[in-house]
């Protein structure tokens, strides 16, 4: 059964040009979460997101960044014109959506903006 | 304002003894606590979790206690092994509001 698969696992852009980011969720999971990890710092939660609907998007900055989930495949993290504050790790997690239930992580996709 | 604290950034022990890790918390609405563990350029892994109903949850080598009036809790892993250093994070989410609010982690190193 495979896990939640992040890709590319690496990232590099220049400053002004997207990157899209792909979170395929656990096998049954209906449920997908991104969270950002900047250099020295915890982890933080950008958006939550079920098939076709965006749940809870309040750790998303409010321009350049968006999400979403499709009905069929990968749930996409687009970010437009990166600057270098957006070089981070970037991870999927999903679940079932069940109350109390657990959030399984990816690897992680590392976006570095030169 | 951080609502999650782990106060030690590192604890280092013996292969063999105890690890405590602690988290402390200042949201009284979280209702679920997470342990993860995380590899460098890896993704968190899962460890164990406990409902806010319950005080204690055990799971092989590893058993979480949690004081709600003290908004306290703490992961024990004993024994010890040398793959269990990692960073260790805690991360609480309230009910039905599903994010999870994260701790900066605590480095743990298991000497041979």
């Known amino acids: 059964n495979a896990g939640v698969m992040q890709n590319p696992r690496h990232l590099v852009r220049r400053r002004g040009q997207e990157a899209r980011l792909r979170c395929s969720p656990m096998?049954?999971?209906?449920?997908v979460y991104w969270y950002r990890q900047l250099p020295e710092e915890g982890l933080k939660f950008m958006v939550y997101?079920?098939?076709?609907?965006?749940?809870?998007e309040s750790g998303m900055p409010k321009e350049r960044f968006s999400a979403e989930f499709p009905k069929e495949g990968p749930s996409i993290l687009r970010i437009q014109q990166v600057v270098r504050g957006d070089s981070a790790a970037y991870f999927c997690?999903?679940?079932?959506?069940?109350?109390?239930?657990?959030?399984?992580f990816g690897p992680g996709t590392r976006l570095t903006v030169l | 304002d951080q609502q999650v604290k782990q106060n030690s950034p590192s604890l280092s022990v013996q292969e063999g003894r105890i690890s405590i890790l602690n988290c402390d918390y200042t949201?009284?609405?979280?209702?679920?606590f997470l342990w993860y563990k995380k590899y460098p350029a890896e993704g968190p892994t899962f460890l164990i979790s406990?409902?806010?109903i319950k005080d204690k949850n055990e799971d092989g080598r590893f058993t979480v206690f949690l004081n709600k009036s003290a908004k306290h809790l703490s992961l024990h892993i004993v024994p010890s092994q040398p793959g269990d250093s990692a960073v260790y994070f805690c991360?609480?989410?309230?009910?039905?509001?599903?994010?999870?609010?994260w701790g900066l982690g605590t480095s743990l190193a298991v000497n041979p």
């Open positions: 997690a999903s679940s079932e959506g069940l109350v109390g239930d657990t959030q399984y």
């Open positions: 096998k049954g999971h209906s449920h």
């Open positions: 997101l079920q098939k076709e609907n965006i749940i809870d």
């Open positions: 949201n009284s609405m979280f209702d679920y």
């Open positions: 406990i409902s806010s």
């Open positions: 991360a609480p989410h309230a009910g039905n509001n599903r994010k999870l609010i």
